[in-house]
């Protein structure tokens, strides 16, 4: 992709575990963001991350940023058979417009 | 309002077809976006508008051309389509374009082009 790549592809887990999902990206950022995507649909915003934050929380999602190694983390803690989804980060470049999705992370959640 | 409308949901189309693909947003929002994914890949970038002038084209085959009526609408006529433009196609907007705004999506276009 353009700008990120995401690890593991594909992650399978029971509900209840946690999941956590890897971005890397190339270049140095403005901001980076996670999205949600259900099969065949249109994606929904998680949250954003600037480039000065280190963490930040919404509800049972975690995510990390470290620029030093242009890489994110996603975390869901306590992961329900609804948070089955894709889920991509997305960055824009330091002195760039354009949003740019990272390769994604197919997510199922067993009951 | 927080919903990007997209119609149709579903569309087949014809190598000699004419067709449109429409979004709608009721936001306020200034930039609109049309976004092309195909199955378990990522969105690609098409067409930015910003304050209704285009304002990105990412390298899009000229069968593909976007029009912003007013600063709600955004269109994408289709024409002489190839097998290969099958795909998702999403719609977003955004408050502002620039700086990593937050996108808003839609819910797809399916389309199918035999």
């Known amino acids: 992709s353009q700008q990120g790549e995401e690890d593991p592809q594909a992650l399978s887990i029971q509900e209840g575990e946690n999941a956590t999902m890897n971005c890397s990206y190339k270049?140095?950022?403005?901001?980076l963001q996670w999205y949600r995507q259900n099969s065949g649909r249109g994606l929904v915003h998680l949250i954003l991350i600037r480039s000065n934050e280190r963490e930040k929380h919404s509800g049972r999602l975690r995510v990390t940023l470290d620029t030093s190694k242009k890489s994110s983390s996603l975390l869901i803690t306590a992961s329900r058979a609804a948070d089955t989804a894709s889920y991509f980060c997305?960055?824009?470049?330091?002195?760039?417009?354009?949003?740019?999705f990272g390769t994604g992370t197919r997510l199922t959640v067993i009951p | 309002d927080t919903e990007v409308t997209q119609t149709p949901k579903h569309l087949v189309m014809g190598m000699t077809n004419k067709k449109s693909l429409k979004c709608e947003q009721h936001m306020g929002h200034r930039a609109m976006y049309w976004y092309k994914q195909k199955a378990k890949k990522p969105p690609e970038l098409m067409f930015v508008y910003s304050y209704e002038k285009l304002s990105i084209n990412e390298s899009v085959p000229s069968r593909f051309s976007p029009e912003c009526p007013n600063s709600s609408l955004l269109n994408l006529h289709l024409h002489a389509l190839q097998p290969e433009d099958s795909a998702l196609y999403l719609c977003?907007?955004?408050?502002?374009w620039g700086g990593g705004e937050k996108l808003f999506f839609g819910s797809g276009t399916q389309l199918s082009v035999l």
């Open positions: 997305a960055t824009v470049q330091t002195g760039a417009n354009n949003l740019f």
């Open positions: 270049t140095s950022i403005n901001n």
């Open positions: 977003a907007s955004s408050q502002g």
